[in-house]
């Protein structure tokens, strides 16, 4: 997304000579960007190395130090759903290394040796060939990433990190690749990279905050005809308020049809509202099959999308079109309703208001399943406490979110509220960013 989506792949193909190495981009992926952008982007076809069982076991292990050592609440929250008899053997493996006051060594030693193993593969010998200036790896938390970072970095090819999200580096574990110079949204995210990270070296990391590439499109201005013709792609009548529902992955918020359910009854009782309601991409668009039928809905979800594999969403590619079809969603809507997602700052860096749900629907959930625990993840904790959404913990406190957001139309200062999340707030991400891409690679 925020490399070819937000057109900053643009920037970089017509002044480099850009090859892709992805499992979600293919032969006809490629076909599609070329033309798209005007370029002449090339696909490498090599395998990514296969990650052995125990390396992967390493790396729980070693995301489990992390997560204990910096104290990282995300993780302690999400190891309540383990298996018990996991959450034992975690738990007593990182009271043995504390008691011996060894969690740091450990954690280091761990991850430099994660680093070695992942520099040697015969598969990617090929790569050696093209004699690679720089390497950006779009999603580094990702070992298969790592994997290549890490085999050209030991042939002198430097490399470049890009975080893709604002979670990442505290909800995916650790990157396995010592980059040159690494990307962020932000100076959180730049201070929490140097927090975690510094231990790992003598000298400091280079790190960049460049704001959000795929945020660009929010703050670009546009003609009265624009917001006509989005309202009529989304079969919304002329007068109506606009409610937009941004699901969440099923396996986030399994409850999430009931509160669904809530928010189309207050747009029943109040006869001028259209719903919207964008799917989440490893959301099931089937459950919502009945509410499509809705006059006053329109349900979308990505065309492209496989339905036939829940696993193949990893493999898939958005349609080119995926950000300038949200940025109208967002344009166009009123009040945004959204389940602990990044939809919080998209819609604030939108001018939207926000309502937050924070209650399970009709029977409340043990908290290490509920939606309540999302909002206690440490990436939300210091946007929560810019209190720019409206949380509700039950039915009647939405309904009351909702009439107070469809009948105040001020929201300016949503926008000046995020700054230091978006970093920017004027189009100028994909520039700087790029402009930091080339001082790199000089």
Same mark, same amino acid.
């Given at each position: 997304?925020?490399?070819?989506?937000?057109?900053?792949?643009?920037?970089?193909?017509?002044?480099?000579?850009?090859?892709?190495?992805?499992?979600?981009?293919?032969?006809?992926?490629?076909?599609?960007?070329?033309?798209?952008?005007?370029?002449?982007?090339?696909?490498?076809?090599?395998?990514?190395? $296969?990650?052995?069982?125990? !390396?992967?076991?390493?790396?729980?292990?070693? =995301?489990? &130090?992390? @997560? *204990? /050592? +910096?104290?990282?609440?995300?993780?302690?929250?999400?190891?309540?759903?383990?298996?018990?008899?996991?959450?034992?053997?975690?738990?007593?493996?990182?009271?043995?290394?504390?008691?011996?006051?060894?969690?740091?060594?450990?954690?280091?030693?761990?991850? $430099?040796?994660?680093?070695? !193993?992942?520099?040697?593969?015969?598969?990617? =010998?090929? &790569?050696? @060939? *093209? /004699? +690679?200036?720089?390497?950006?790896?779009?999603?580094?938390?990702?070992?298969?990433?790592?994997?290549?970072?890490?085999?050209?970095?030991?042939?002198?090819?430097?490399?470049?990190?890009?975080?893709?999200?604002?979670?990442?580096?505290?909800?995916?574990?650790?990157?396995?690749?010592?980059?040159?110079?690494?990307?962020?949204?932000?100076?959180?995210?730049?201070?929490?990279?140097?927090?975690?990270?510094?231990?790992?070296?003598?000298?400091?990391?280079?790190?960049?905050?460049?704001?959000?590439?795929?945020?660009?499109?929010?703050?670009?201005?546009?003609?009265?005809?624009?917001?006509?013709?989005?309202?009529?792609?989304?079969?919304?009548?002329?007068?109506?308020?606009?409610?937009?529902?941004?699901?969440?992955?099923?396996?986030?918020?399994?409850?999430?049809?009931?509160?669904?359910?809530?928010?189309?009854?207050?747009?029943?009782?109040?006869?001028?509202?259209?719903?919207?309601?964008?799917?989440?991409?490893?959301?099931?668009?089937?459950?919502?099959?009945?509410?499509?039928?809705?006059?006053?809905?329109?349900?979308?979800?990505?065309?492209?999308?496989?339905?036939?594999?829940?696993?193949?969403?990893?493999?898939?590619?958005?349609?080119?079109?995926?950000?300038?079809?949200?940025?109208?969603?967002?344009?166009?809507?009123?009040?945004?309703?959204?389940?602990?997602?990044?939809?919080?700052?998209?819609?604030?860096?939108?001018?939207?208001?926000?309502?937050?749900?924070?209650?399970?629907?009709?029977?409340?959930?043990?908290?290490?399943?509920?939606?309540?625990?999302?909002?206690?993840?440490?990436?939300?904790?210091?946007?929560?406490?810019?209190?720019?959404?409206?949380?509700?913990?039950?039915?009647?406190?939405?309904?009351?979110?909702?009439?107070?957001?469809?009948?105040?139309?001020?929201?300016?200062?949503?926008?000046?509220?995020?700054?230091?999340?978006?970093?920017?707030?004027?189009?100028?991400?994909?520039?700087?960013?790029?402009?930091?891409?080339?001082?790199?690679?000089?």
């Amino acid at each position: 997304m925020n490399i070819i989506h937000s057109g900053l792949i643009k920037r970089l193909g017509i002044k480099y000579d850009v090859y892709i190495m992805s499992t979600m981009t293919r032969t006809a992926e490629l076909a599609e960007i070329n033309k798209h952008f005007n370029l002449h982007l090339k696909l490498i076809q090599v395998d990514f190395p $296969r990650e052995s069982a125990w !390396l992967c076991y390493l790396r729980k292990i070693e =995301k489990a &130090l992390f @997560a *204990y /050592h +910096f104290n990282i609440i995300t993780q302690t929250i999400k190891y309540q759903n383990e298996e018990k008899w996991k959450g034992l053997l975690i738990r007593k493996l990182l009271w043995i290394l504390s008691l011996l006051h060894i969690t740091k060594t450990a954690l280091c030693t761990l991850r $430099r040796v994660i680093i070695t !193993l992942s520099s040697f593969s015969i598969r990617l =010998k090929p &790569l050696l @060939a *093209y /004699h +690679f200036k720089g390497v950006i790896s779009s999603s580094p938390l990702d070992l298969r990433e790592s994997q290549v970072v890490n085999f050209l970095g030991r042939h002198h090819v430097k490399s470049l990190a890009m975080i893709i999200s604002w979670d990442n580096l505290t909800s995916k574990g650790l990157i396995n690749a010592d980059h040159n110079c690494t990307l962020v949204w932000n100076d959180f995210m730049k201070n929490e990279f140097l927090h975690f990270y510094s231990i790992f070296k003598l000298k400091p990391p280079k790190v960049v905050a460049t704001g959000i590439p795929r945020f660009d499109c929010y703050f670009q201005h546009r003609s009265e005809a624009y917001y006509e013709r989005a309202r009529r792609l989304f079969n919304v009548k002329s007068g109506k308020f606009i409610i937009l529902i941004a699901t969440s992955a099923n396996r986030h918020f399994p409850n999430q049809l009931e509160i669904i359910e809530d928010v189309l009854q207050f747009a029943r009782g109040e006869n001028n509202v259209h719903v919207i309601m964008r799917c989440h991409p490893a959301d099931d668009a089937n459950a919502y099959a009945h509410i499509a039928r809705e006059q006053f809905v329109t349900l979308w979800h990505p065309e492209n999308l496989p339905a036939t594999n829940h696993k193949l969403f990893y493999n898939w590619f958005p349609e080119l079109d995926f950000l300038h079809s949200l940025a109208q969603m967002l344009r166009i809507c009123d009040v945004c309703v959204q389940f602990a997602s990044t939809m919080k700052l998209d819609a604030a860096a939108c001018k939207k208001p926000v309502i937050s749900i924070a209650y399970d629907g009709k029977i409340p959930l043990p908290y290490h399943q509920s939606v309540q625990r999302l909002y206690d993840y440490a990436h939300q904790v210091p946007l929560n406490a810019l209190q720019i959404d409206k949380v509700v913990t039950n039915r009647q406190q939405l309904y009351n979110a909702l009439k107070t957001c469809l009948q105040d139309t001020d929201h300016q200062e949503k926008l000046a509220a995020i700054a230091p999340f978006t970093h920017f707030t004027e189009s100028e991400s994909v520039d700087f960013t790029a402009k930091i891409i080339a001082e790199w690679l000089d």
